[in-house]
């Protein structure tokens, strides 16, 4: 627990250290602000073989962004975004392992902390393309038993622990600004496993990375 604290703290500093230079360069007026939030649509990727079907997850993102200019047509866009990923799988286990063998279908919801730091080259006036790499830190872990089998409700109570505290992967997509609006599509692939490899949800999410499609709208100031 002491170390996830931690992790924590580093986050938050690294978020201050992060948009400090931000801040600075928007006293001069350069710089643009601003708010977003929209729609996930996440699964995992790199499935073990014990994972028989697979389903898109709707989540959703919040958060803060900026946008910087460095040369004509180049800016920097770091951001802080709340967001949500999972999926809704099948499984079918056999024996020699912590779950009972049998099918079952089993929903995982994670939250995290997501910061990127993102190349935005513009295309014209309201369109750009955007691509850099993130780091996240995960707030919260959910899964639940979706299905029949009751036997698989022991999934209910796994323990935050047996999931990383941190990811990272990158990101790219498009934008459009229709000044003050913002709208953005955006693909996320994680590089790191979702699971650490212990308990029930090192079963559940054997090599196991995220991966999302985000649809949001933002209000630049």
Known sequence: MKNRHTLGMLMGLLLVAYLAPVAANAQDGDAKFGLKGGLNLSNFYNASENVTDQNLQLGYHAGLFAKVPLVAG???????????????????????????????????????????????VNLGENVNLHA??????????????????????????????DFNDLDFGVAAGIGFELDPLVIGL?????????????????????????????LSLGFGF
């Not at 049998?102 to 997501?114: D, E, K, P, V, W």
């Not at 994680?190 to 985000?214: H, K, M, P, Y």
């Open 74 to 120: 180049l800016s920097l866009q770091p951001e802080a975004l709340l967001t949500t990923t999972g999926t809704k799988r099948d499984y079918e286990f056999g024996g020699g392992g912590l779950l009972t063998p049998g099918a079952s279908t089993i929903r995982l919801n994670l939250t995290y902390l997501q910061v990127p730091l993102l190349a935005v």
């Open 132 to 161: 850099g790499p993130y780091v996240a830190y995960l707030l919260g872990a959910n899964v639940s038993n979706d299905s029949e089998n009751d036997s698989y409700d022991t999934v209910d109570e796994i323990d935050r622990g």
């Open 186 to 214: 955006r693909y996320n692939y994680g590089l790191r496993d979702v699971g650490n490899g212990s308990g029930i949800a090192g079963e559940l999410t054997e090599d196991s990375r995220n991966s999302s499609f985000q």
